[in-house]
């Protein structure tokens, strides 16, 4: 899959209304419809001038738009090729309810990207990084009706004076403030938040009850559901829609109209775990069941998981050990972006802090700085030792990262042409074999019989050892009812990525290889998933494959593709390309697996199914 991109277009998001409005002009490559909704997997039901579609319609894919039209906010997306004139449309559930605009069904006469909120099912209302940190703070973007929003927020010990703090107009190109954008900034180290917004006049948006969080610096959005942004005017069709020649469209289920007052912050203490830790029974006992979904429609982990982190002991404390460095408090990783020549890379350290006061400073190979950034050359051939260290008062964390590589780094390979510059030839699976006896391998016969590559293990897997510990024994289960330090139940956290409790999908078991959401967002054959959707654990799965290009890499297989999703996948790879200068190496080389697991035919070969990797990936 050499060069794969995923095509990004700014799109100026113009209101959330119940009916269709035009979110950009026509770009000359037809109509694309985007709907939010609460809907898993939505489908749209259309006439373009001849015939309605069969019933229920035509599966609707998951939006790849995460700035404007973020998946996790309930936005999918359809696309009619440029050759249509207009079309009439409604929307269903699959299982017979119905959005039809009132009865009066949506319509569009005039090509662009057009957007609908549903009226019928409620959409998701959360925050959404779009924007990971640039150094500069945190910033929180809020689309609303309201012409003066505030936002009441507290940054981890006491909330503001209400109302909170008066918004201004957005200045940032892609939330237009002429589309209802107002923005708060704050500046670094601020790396968490937790806030609601009004009106100033008692009207207030505090994510039913739940309040809004951001968990680190970078760009954070809000689209309200309680206050409906300004919409633009729809253009009058110049000919008349044609009516349905099949059956009525069916009446949409009533749905309640959006609260219009909410209140306010009732504590500023985290909340206590809502579900009470159970009394572990038998030899193990692993929670089975309190992270599970609990519906049908939701795959995240709700946001006060989040207060679940953090669960690593204190240095020195009992059941700390040395490689846990200081990751009760202080995590983080090197984030790397190339230039377009790969001759030179920008190298930026993000931390994430228990205690938001805090400030840090690194070491990049020994000297000191105060800024989170360093700037290589193709001069630096060693590898890149990085040190934070994080003070709070009297309190200090020290964060030892990974050393660092770049592609420079690596010995040319001299391949004959036939091999189209590490594109075409044979690969050998050398999966569980050492390093040592791989580079004695290629150097004996594989390099000299003229095969291209080897496949290994993933390098975290590399650490060839038997079961049993250095003490002799299995590592015991978790006999405890909550965590000693988060007081809370253990959750899933993984401090050396970092990745946290809600940068998983919720438990989900797999029933079914025909629905996309559960072939997404599902726990296959029970492992973890990573929710693949946000745009954080996008960007960090980019970067582990930049770090393996930099040590020396040249492709990747990617394991059970078929359960990321070709939106996701897509995104990941695009970031991929931006991070290494805005394209791939010559040689790279990637597949992915999409097998068969039961069902009679790929949902991922059907063109019309939303789950179609030939569509998803080329966007």
């Not at 503001?160 to 918004?167: E, Q």
């Not at 951001?214 to 919409?231: E, F, H, L, N, R």
């Not at 000693?484 to 990745?499: G, H, I, S």
């Not at 697991?597 to 966007?619: P, V, W």
């Amino acid at each position: 899959m050499k060069g794969i991109v995923a095509v990004f277009v700014m799109l100026f998001v113009v209101g959330v209304a119940n009916a269709q409005t035009l979110a950009k002009a026509s770009d000359g490559t037809g109509f694309h419809v985007y709907f939010r909704t609460g809907w898993a997997s939505p489908y749209i039901h259309y006439n373009t001038g001849s015939a309605w579609t069969t019933s229920p319609g035509h599966a609707m894919t998951k939006s790849d738009d995460s700035t404007n039209f973020p998946a996790a906010l309930g936005w999918f997306r359809y696309d009619f090729p440029a050759s249509t004139a207009s079309i009439e449309f409604v929307f269903n559930n699959g299982n017979g309810v119905w959005d039809n605009n009132g009865n009066a069904n949506y319509k569009i006469s005039v090509a662009g990207t057009w957007q609908v909120t549903s009226s019928v099912s409620s959409p998701p209302s959360a925050t959404i990084q779009t924007a990971a940190s640039d150094g500069t703070g945190l910033h929180v973007f809020f689309q609303t009706g309201w012409t003066a929003p505030y936002i009441h927020y507290s940054t981890g010990s006491t909330w503001t004076t209400s109302p909170g703090k008066l918004m201004t107009a957005s200045t940032d190109s892609k939330y237009p403030a002429s589309a209802g954008w107002f923005q708060y900034n704050l500046a670094a180290p601020q790396a968490s938040l937790e806030f609601v917004f009004n009106n100033g006049n008692g009207a207030w948006d505090n994510n039913k009850n739940a309040n809004y969080k951001a968990t680190s610096a970078g760009k954070w959005i809000v689209m309200s559901t309680v206050s409906v942004p300004p919409a633009t005017t729809t253009p009058t069709p110049t000919t008349a829609s044609p009516s349905p020649t099949t059956k009525p469209t069916p009446t949409s289920t009533a749905a309640p109209s959006p609260t219009t007052t909410s209140p306010t912050p009732t504590s500023t203490a985290a909340p206590s775990p809502t579900t009470s830790a159970p009394t572990p029974s038998g030899n193990c006992y692993n929670y089975n069941g309190l992270d599970s979904c609990s519906s049908s429609t939701q795959t995240e982990l709700p946001a006060t998981d989040d207060q679940r982190r953090w669960q690593t002991p204190p240095r020195n404390a009992s059941g700390w050990s040395s490689e846990y460095q200081d990751y009760r408090s202080l995590t983080g990783y090197a984030h790397v972006v190339y230039g377009s020549a790969r001759t030179s890379a920008t190298v930026t350290v993000r931390t994430y802090l228990r205690v938001a006061s805090a400030t840090c400073s690194y070491t990049f190979n020994g000297v000191k700085s105060t800024s989170a950034t360093y700037q290589v050359t193709s001069s630096l051939m060693d590898d890149l030792i990085i040190v934070a260290t994080c003070t709070d008062g009297s309190d200090t964390w020290k964060l030892e990262l990974d050393p660092v590589n770049f592609v420079w780094q690596n010995n040319a390979v001299a391949q004959p042409s036939g091999m189209k510059g590490g594109q075409k030839g044979a690969i050998v699976d050398l999966f569980g074999w050492s390093y040592d006896d791989i580079a004695q391998e290629c150097a004996d016969f594989l390099g000299k019989a003229g095969y291209m590559g080897v496949k290994i293990n993933p390098p975290q897997e590399s650490v060839l050892t038997d079961a049993w510990p250095q003490s002799g024994q299995r590592n015991p289960c978790y006999t405890y009812g909550v965590n000693e330090y988060t007081k809370a139940r253990p959750a899933l956290e993984f401090p050396a990525v970092p990745y946290g409790p809600t940068d998983f999908h919720c438990e989900r078991t797999m029933s079914s290889w025909t629905d996309p959401l559960q072939l997404e967002t599902g726990w296959l054959t029970g492992l973890t998933d990573l929710n693949t959707e946000k745009t954080y654990v996008r960007e960090r799965i980019a970067q582990y494959f930049v770090d393996l290009l930099g040590i020396g890499f040249s492709g990747l297989r990617l394991d059970a593709l078929k359960h990321i999703g070709p939106v996701d996948a897509g995104a990941i790879y695009g970031l991929l390309s931006k991070y290494m200068g805005g394209s791939l190496p010559d040689d790279f080389i990637s597949w992915g697996e999409v097998i068969l697991g039961g069902e009679a035919s790929l949902l991922a070969c059907n063109a019309d199914s939303g789950y179609n990797f030939y569509k998803g990936l080329a966007r």
